[in-house]
């Protein structure tokens, strides 16, 4: 009895030492997994380091190992949806940069060959000339300035629009009046028809800055004594400004592009920068509204906004 004791003990201790080395067996075999998922991880994050945000290391295992992978895979994509982002900004800034230097670069030319001319005027009469012509080109310039910052704090972000109660009525009046001197000097009429109780909830100012754009567009690309409709209305959905005009039109091609930023289409004028449509469209934009255009070359061009009731 005491021998069959004894070996009950031993067996015991070797099936212990059995399940103990199973155990062992079965925990550096772990070990060594997670070991490698672990440099698996580090090789990943090295390249993802490096700029390689093409890889997937996304599993449907369960564990901690593979929460950290997933939650890593995670940020991997966010970091590559900010990579296009900032390339994306990158392009479109170096493109901004050569179209503002090269805006910039024909005033500037103007100037200084009119600066030069000034010198050897032979009269009063054409001294005046030449600063009148080189005033314009400032004032050219300082338009330009002043929108480029306007359309900076616009994309930055850096601008609150109001939300006041605007009555269309009073928008349009203060718009046209503030194109007065290039109605009188081209002789054109502006007519406007629309319900006095005509509203929208948006900023007056940054509006009144969208809508004087557009008429100047307009403007400018109708003829001596022709005529420029505004209509407004209002609905349950959204208030309704409509800005027609009897001009040259714009070419078929142009249209998806002409409120692309420093786009020039076919029948653009020669002094155009292409900045204002793209200021409208943005201020438009930020206060939930959209902006369109339909033309046909030779009878004219229709610009309609909308603002949206209920849109914050």
Known sequence: MHRNFRINILLYVLLAAAACGIFILFFINFLKRQYGQIRQLARYARRVGNGDYSLDIRNNEEGDISILKNEIYKITTMLREQAQA???DKAVLAR????????????????SVLNDLLYEAPSQEVRRQFLDRMRSQINRMEWLISSLLKLSKLDAGAVTMKRDGIRVKNLVDRAVASMAV???IKMQEVRVKGPDHAKYIGDFNWSCEALINVLKNCIEHTPEGGVIDISFEENPIYTMIKISDTGVGIHKEDI???FDRFYKGKNAAEDSVGIGLAMARAIIDKQGGDITVSSEEGRGTQFIIKFYKGVK
């Open 96 to 111: 901004s940069l050569a179209d503002i230097s090269h805006q910039l670069k024909t005033p500037m030319t103007s100037i």
């Open 256 to 258: 998806p592009h002409i």
């Open 182 to 184: 290039p109605l009188d």
């Open 86 to 88: 900032l390339k994306k």
